[in-house]
């Protein structure tokens, strides 16, 4: 039996019909009478599967026949959100779903909202590997993501008198219909042990190995002509683990503890958004994806090939950040001590494949590993980056404080994966830039051609088409269809933006996502809000360098001009907040507390309620985003300049036609290009400036002393407005206003206040505010990480599409 004889009939509804009954019956168990929500929703997830499978298998053989270089990227984290919906838009089934639900008195939306999120990801970094895997199979690029299959993603936030909770999430609880589980496909990682010399050779013996399972679920693009592969590993033990004697002899936990130690690889996704220092769980869990990474990526070559030499012209790996930074010395160590390479021979090939893209200039977020932790865990691969080390000092020739890949007694990850690439490339223009000067300047000089940008992007299949119908439907029937894969056409709307009637369709649009924003809001959390307000939104992870505290201050000093001057004709708004803080970041943590506490007194106060309101919604991750983001009006982007690498939720915001209020940071710079400085509410330092105010002597004190509303936000602060029942709550907070603020809170706030002013004046002339938000839509092409996944083909991987 050939596949093709397999293919499906036509996805009509009778025949969708009849395969959600099937499945509903023969895979789910159940009779539609006695049929769950998540019954249905299982049954309708295999159903729509089913119409992944075809594309899937089409894309893998044509890659294979036509012997094309394929893209592997690595990464720690995938954002992925649900998928329900993702499929049925890209299989182009969405309309027949709807239908065939609708027979069985069954609403499509409220099935979909029964999938749990994959929150395999913090925040930017694995949203943007989300993206980039759907723009990769969209636009017919041979991909693998591979990553690991966390038990427990990102935890879930929930607030107790204000203060964040962490739970553990558990999105496999219930079982996930989307993977294809290959027990056949598993590769054995080793840890620890020794290295031994044998006759010249270094042998690596692992004191301890955990298998690598791997678990495949199809990423279709648009429109399902290409199909790509996401594959997560999960850790499990090695059978001879479990003691048997130990079990019998009644020792039942002792029996079972290496067992679950190797599962520990895969059991939680690390929390942090920027380094854990010195933890030998993450080292390990980095090492086990990669290392199974690798492992797979040899063996298909090799299933095709057999010159190791030609590795790079069908093998391109990208190190997402510098988590999978060892895939430099593995794949070094498997050429030389498994294939016969000679070392130099081996560094060739390793760089020729591997691209490395930074996320940040954070110096607390570069990994660093003690030599200690590496040669515990990872003997054989020190003494290669030892060996790496000493060929990158001879490289700087005489330089007479040389840059080191081993820097006392620590292990530099990204001077490792910057010296193990062929590319290195930062996500904003700015930002590439400040990688180039700030962090890598002496590698710069000696690769001049290493460093490229490739400024992020976001998928308007989802962050526009799924998650905005409204708008959505109006563009195309503006523009008409074709923007989904060319996003430039957007343009198109530009000539309309004039057009009083257009205005009209178009802030009705954004009515209705508020309504259905506020609608979910009241349903979910007992929250009302006021459509007719401004909705202005700070979404995000929690983090000093984003200065939430500046929004929240603002926030404060709006609340006490409304209370002088309640007939002022302030123009009503709901300040929204959602975002997670890292469980032991106790500053951020303060933060999300100040911002309910403020919620609480502002909320309640009814000389103002009409015209502000602050809420922060709990555990905002991929799906609250898709609700809330077509439902701002403002979008709040005011990190200290030179800090935020690039955002994309500030590109999300903008597409769905939000206005930014934004400094000049990270890729707010090129939106501000894009839409025009017009239509752009730009405030604050730049990123050389904010250089030289950290310079000035108490710069802190001296910008809270220049500015009266300032010293009033925090003096009631201080007199425990906000904090009745414990004045001193925030004492930690204002004396990092006072004597510290290493992000220029008080410096910028001014600056913030007038800005804000200005959105205001904007916001009470609806038509002219209703302009500017269309060119933000229609001039937002650029953003589409279609985009950026073409010029990390050409720029990077040297991979032509196969669409
Ligand atoms: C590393 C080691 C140990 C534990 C945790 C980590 C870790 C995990 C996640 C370090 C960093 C991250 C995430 C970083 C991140 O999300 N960076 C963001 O990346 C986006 C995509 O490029 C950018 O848009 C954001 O500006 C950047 O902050």
């Known amino acids: 039996i050939r596949s093709d004889d397999l293919s499906l009939p036509e996805p009509t509804p009778e025949h969708f019909r009849w395969s959600l009954l099937h499945h509903l019956q023969y895979t789910v168990g159940k009779s539609p009478e006695h049929a769950s929500k998540f019954d249905w929703r299982m049954a309708l997830s295999h159903a729509i599967r089913d119409r992944a499978v075809n594309p899937w298998f089409a894309s893998t053989r044509r890659t294979w026949a036509e012997d094309r270089k394929r893209v592997y990227y690595l990464s720690m984290e995938f954002l992925i959100g649900r998928l329900l919906e993702d499929l049925a838009i890209n299989l182009g089934l969405r309309d027949v779903v709807v239908e065939v639900l609708d027979g069985f008195g069954l609403s499509f939306a409220d099935i979909a909202e029964d999938e749990p999120d994959a929150a395999l990801g913090n925040g930017g970094l694995g949203r943007l590997a989300a993206c980039y895997l759907e723009s990769m199979a969209t636009v017919g690029c041979p991909a693998y993501g591979y990553g690991l299959r966390y038990e427990h993603g990102l935890f879930e936030q929930r607030f107790e008198h204000g203060r964040q909770i962490e739970t553990p999430e558990n999105w496999l609880a219930e079982g996930t219909p989307w993977d294809f589980t290959r027990p056949e496909s598993a590769y054995q990682v080793g840890f620890g042990g020794e290295v031994a010399e044998e006759d010249g050779h270094q042998l690596w013996r692992p004191r301890s190995r955990v298998l690598a399972a791997a678990h495949d679920t199809p990423v279709v693009g648009y429109g399902g002509r290409w199909a790509n592969t996401l594959r997560l590993w999960a850790a499990m033990p090695n059978a001879d683990l479990f003691d048997l004697a130990r079990?019998?002899?009644?020792?039942?936990?002792?029996?079972?503890?290496?067992?679950?130690?190797?599962?520990?690889?895969?059991?939680?996704?690390?929390?942090?958004?920027?380094?854990?220092?010195?933890?030998?769980?993450?080292?390990?869990?980095?090492?086990?994806?990669?290392?199974?990474?690798?492992?797979?990526?040899?063996?298909?070559?090799?299933?095709?090939?057999?010159?190791?030499?030609?590795?790079?012209?069908?093998?391109?790996?990208?190190?997402?950040?510098?988590?999978?930074?060892?895939?430099?010395?593995?794949?070094?160590?498997?050429?030389?001590?498994?294939?016969?390479?000679?070392?130099?021979?081996?560094?060739?090939?390793?760089?020729?494949?591997?691209?490395?893209?930074?996320?940040?200039?954070?110096?607390?977020?570069?990994?660093?590993?003690?030599?200690?932790?590496?040669?515990?865990?990872?003997?054989?691969?020190?003494?290669?980056?030892?060996?790496?080390?000493?060929?990158?000092?001879?490289?700087?020739?005489?330089?007479?404080?040389?840059?080191?890949?081993?820097?006392?007694?620590?292990?530099?990850?990204?001077?490792?994966?910057?010296?193990?690439?062929?590319?290195?490339?930062?996500?904003?223009?700015?930002?590439?830039?400040?990688?180039?000067?700030?962090?890598?300047?002496?590698?710069?000089?000696?690769?001049?051609?290493?460093?490229?940008?490739?400024?992020?992007?976001?998928?308007?299949?989802?962050?526009?088409?799924?998650?905005?119908?409204?708008?959505?439907?109006?563009?195309?029937?503006?523009?008409?269809?074709?923007?989904?894969?060319?996003?430039?056409?957007?343009?198109?709307?530009?000539?309309?933006?004039?057009?009083?009637?257009?205005?009209?369709?178009?802030?009705?649009?954004?009515?209705?996502?508020?309504?259905?924003?506020a609608g979910w809001l009241a349903d979910e959390h007992g929250i009302e809000l006021p459509t007719n307000a401004l909705f202005d939104a700070q979404v995000k992870r929690l983090h000093e360098y984003k200065r939430q505290l500046l929004n929240i201050l603002w926030t404060i000093a709006h609340w006490q001009r409304i209370k002088r001057d309640p007939g002022a004709g302030w123009v009503p708004r709901v300040k929204i907040f959602g975002g997670k803080a890292a469980p032991s970041y106790h500053t951020a943590k303060d933060i999300i507390r100040l911002i309910n506490d403020v919620g609480q007194v502002v909320n309640n106060d009814p000389e103002t309620r009409d015209l502000l309101r602050v809420v922060y919604p709990p555990n905002y991750g991929v799906s609250m985003a898709e609700k809330l983001i077509p439902a701002a009006d403002l979008s709040e982007q005011i990190s200290t300049a030179g800090m935020e690498a690039s955002g994309t939720g500030n590109m999300k915001?903008?597409?769905?036609?939000?206005?930014?209020?934004?400094?000049?940071?990270?890729?707010?710079?090129?939106?501000?290009?894009?839409?025009?400085?017009?239509?752009?509410?730009?405030?604050?330092?730049?990123?050389?400036?904010?250089?030289?105010?950290?310079?000035?002597?108490?710069?802190?004190?001296?910008?809270?002393?220049?500015?009266?509303?300032?010293?009033?936000?925090?003096?009631?602060?201080?007199?425990?407005?906000?904090?009745?029942?414990?004045?001193?709550?925030?004492?930690?907070?204002?004396?990092?206003?006072?004597?510290?603020?290493?992000?220029?809170?008080?410096?910028?706030?001014?600056?913030?206040?007038?800005?804000?002013?200005?959105?205001?004046?904007?916001?009470?002339?609806?038509q002219h505010w209703q302009r500017m938000a269309i060119l933000n839509v229609a001039r937002m092409g650029y953003f589409s990480s279609d985009r950026s996944i073409r010029e990390y083909m050409s720029e990077i991987w040297d991979i032509a599409p196969a669409l």
């Open 653 to 766: 915001f903008a597409l769905n036609g939000a206005l930014t209020i934004g400094t000049l940071d990270g890729a707010n710079i090129e939106i501000r290009e894009q839409v025009g400085p017009e239509n752009f509410f730009l405030f604050g330092l730049t990123a050389d400036e904010v250089a030289a105010r950290r310079a000035e002597p108490d710069h802190a004190r001296a910008a809270i002393e220049r500015s009266q509303p300032l010293q009033d936000v925090l003096q009631a602060i201080a007199e425990g407005t906000f904090s009745p029942d414990e004045t001193h709550r925030y004492g930690g907070l204002l004396d990092l206003m006072w004597n510290s603020d290493w992000f220029l809170v008080a410096s910028d706030f001014d600056a913030y206040d007038a800005a804000q002013g200005e959105v205001e004046r904007a916001y009470r002339d609806p």
């Open 247 to 517: 079990f019998n002899s009644g020792e039942f936990a002792a029996a079972s503890e290496p067992e679950a130690l190797a599962r520990s690889l895969s059991r939680v996704l690390y929390p942090n958004d920027t380094t854990e220092g010195g933890k030998e769980l993450r080292l390990s869990q980095e090492y086990f994806l990669t290392s199974a990474s690798v492992q797979d990526i040899l063996r298909r070559y090799l299933a095709a090939h057999d010159d190791l030499t030609r590795l790079p012209e069908y093998v391109a790996i990208q190190m997402n950040d510098t988590h999978p930074a060892i895939a430099g010395p593995e794949l070094i160590r498997l050429l030389v001590d498994e294939h016969g390479f000679g070392f130099d021979a081996a560094v060739d090939v390793a760089t020729r494949v591997l691209g490395y893209t930074n996320h940040t200039l954070l110096p607390e977020a570069l990994e660093r590993w003690t030599v200690d932790l590496m040669r515990k865990v990872l003997p054989r691969h020190l003494q290669i980056i030892e060996r790496l080390d000493t060929q990158f000092v001879e490289l700087q020739g005489s330089r007479p404080d040389p840059v080191r890949l081993i820097g006392g007694d620590q292990v530099n990850m990204g001077d490792l994966a910057f010296a193990t690439s062929h590319r290195v490339n930062g996500v904003s223009a700015l930002h590439s830039e400040l990688v180039r000067k700030d962090l890598f300047p002496v590698h710069d000089e000696l690769h001049p051609d290493r460093i490229v940008n490739i400024t992020n992007g976001i998928t308007p299949r989802r962050w526009l088409r799924l998650a905005n119908p409204h708008l959505s439907r109006l563009i195309t029937d503006t523009i008409g269809e074709g923007w989904e894969t060319d996003l430039e056409r957007l343009r198109g709307l530009e000539q309309h933006a004039d057009d009083p009637a257009f205005q009209a369709a178009f802030g009705r649009t954004k009515h209705l996502a508020k309504e259905g924003f």
